[in-house]
């Protein structure tokens, strides 16, 4: 996988193990630094102080789907990682 670069749509987690119950966000990658990976919205504003320990860029459809089920995905006790991973169905 290439690298994630200034600019890209991820998925970022809080810890590596991406507990649902844990802060995880979706947004832009913004840069690493001490070993955490910060992350902007739309506007550039940073969506956790201390940045985050993980992240994987995703496409537009998954994250509808996860910002669309985000209560769901807290409920689940699954990972984020294995929402972000799952096949996605569409109706034509």
Partial sequence: MA???NGDYVLA???RDGDPKDQWAIGFYDRLESGRH???DANG???RRNGFRRVMRITQQQADFMLANSGRI???GR???HWAQRRIETNG
Wanted: glycine content about 0%; overall charge positive.
């Fill in 3 to 5: 690298k994630i670069k």
């Fill in 13 to 15: 987690s809080k810890y």
């Fill in 74 to 76: 807290d409920e689940s």
């Fill in 38 to 40: 910060y992350i902007t």
């Fill in 79 to 81: 990972s984020v990682w």
């Fill in 45 to 47: 504003a940073q969506l």
